[in-house]
Each structure stands twice: as C-alpha cells, then as structure tokens.
C-alpha cells in the first residue's frame, strides 16, 4: 500500500537553529499538508499546499515556517529559527486530486526536539 | 469556526468487552466529513472509521461503528470485542466538505486502554 514517508523520524535541535524536515507524498498525489502535534495536546493544521502554493495556512503558520516542493517529489517544512515550544511531532499527509478526502493519508511523523 | 469536543480523556475496557468512545462538534456546515484516528504508541496516525454527513446510515468497519447523530452533532465511536491492540489515543476530527486546503480538526483526544 502506498505511504507517505517522513524523514528523519527524529531530530534534536538547538534552539535558534534552523530545521527542515522532509516528506515524500504518494506518487500521484497534488495536495500535501504539514499538522504539528504538540506531547499531548491535539494534532493541528499548519498549512495546505497545492500548485506550487499554499492554499491554506493557520495562525500557527507564522513567518518563522515555509514550505516548498523543491523537486516535485519532496514536500519541506522549513523552520527558521527554532524555539523550544516548536518541539513537537510533525505529521506530513497528502491526498488524491479526486475532491474530498479520497486516499487523504499521513505519514509516521517527525519528532521534533528543540533544546 | 469549527470546533470538536472528546469529553473523555481517558477510558478502559476489559479485553472482549464493548467500549463506546464521545465526540460532539459545531459547525454551521450541512455536508461535511467525520472521522476517527487512532494512534498507538508509534505514535502513527490510522484512520479507523469515515462517515459522510450526509449519509444516514451508520459507518461501520469490522469491530469498529459510529452513532451519527448530525442533529444532535454527536459522533460516537463503538468498539466491539475489544483486543489488546486497540490500546491507543484516539482522536475524533471535522473536514468540510468542500475546501481549498482540507484540512482536519481533531479533538483532544480519548487515551483508550484494553484491559488484559
């Protein structure tokens, strides 16, 4: 069964440190997303892309993250200068261009720890 | 604004037995997507169960069913001959029927554990 694959699957950072974390969606998939998931707390939006750019993004969605698909296959989730309340797991996901949420599926995550 | 509402931090259920997990919602939308995700220790997100609103029969997948009550807003999650696997985080969520981004809204989340 196609996955949506994250890497790496944990990364510890220092605060201030720039990061990016990586997903390869399913091969045949045109909308891609980045939740967050403080330890704890509830899964969260973040952003939504599609087209070669964002088509949603959140309040937590601040100027200190960004993505991009650098090479048509990758999906990034940059973030500029960490702070300790961005440790969290990171959840990646993509869906299908067939409307609503046909094949709509997440990827194991990233864990994120800033110190 | 949406909103999704798990009242049940935790629960347990003895191995076998049936455990019926709450989740309520607001939205002033008419058609509309429910869900519910489980998430075990790998912390992995897998979708157990969809249900479209505007279906008015219940969605059912094996062990796993809902209570769709769209007046009342409510969206329960039953399980039925509890295993010891399905000991996880178990999370209700809202998507819109049509949107740009599809985004989910999750709840806080229901820690089900399954009693040996």
């Known amino acids: 069964e196609p996955e949506v694959t994250q890497t790496p699957s944990h990364q510890v950072t220092q605060m201030g440190q720039e990061v990016i974390l990586r997903c390869v969606p399913i091969s045949n998939h045109l909308y891609f997303y980045w939740y967050r998931q403080i330890l704890g707390q509830k899964v969260e939006f973040l952003v939504s892309?599609?087209?070669?750019?964002?088509?949603?993004k959140s309040e937590i969605f601040d100027d200190q993250f960004s993505v991009e698909r650098p090479d048509g296959s990758n999906f990034t989730l940059k973030i500029r200068s960490t702070k300790l309340e961005d440790s969290a797991m990171y959840f990646c996901a993509s869906r299908e261009d067939r409307g609503g949420v046909h094949g709509y599926t997440f990827g194991s995550g990233t864990r994120l720890t800033v110190v | 604004a949406q909103t999704v509402t798990q009242s049940q931090p935790e629960m347990s259920v003895q191995e076998a037995e049936t455990v019926t997990l709450s989740c309520t919602y607001d939205?002033?939308?008419?058609?509309?997507?429910l869900f519910w995700y489980k998430q075990p220790p790998s912390r992995q997100m897998i979708l157990v169960i969809r249900?479209?609103?505007?279906?008015?029969q219940n969605a059912t997948e094996n062990r796993f069913s809902v209570n769709f009550q769209k007046a009342a807003k409510s969206f329960s999650l039953k399980i039925s001959d509890s295993q010891l696997g399905d000991t996880a985080m178990y999370f209700c969520a809202f998507m819109k029927h049509v949107s740009a981004g599809n985004q989910f809204y999750f709840g806080t989340g229901t820690s089900l554990t399954v009693i040996p």
């Open positions: 939205t002033s939308e008419n058609n509309y997507y």
């Open positions: 249900q479209e609103a505007y279906k008015q």
């Open positions: 892309f599609y087209n070669n750019e964002i088509s949603e």
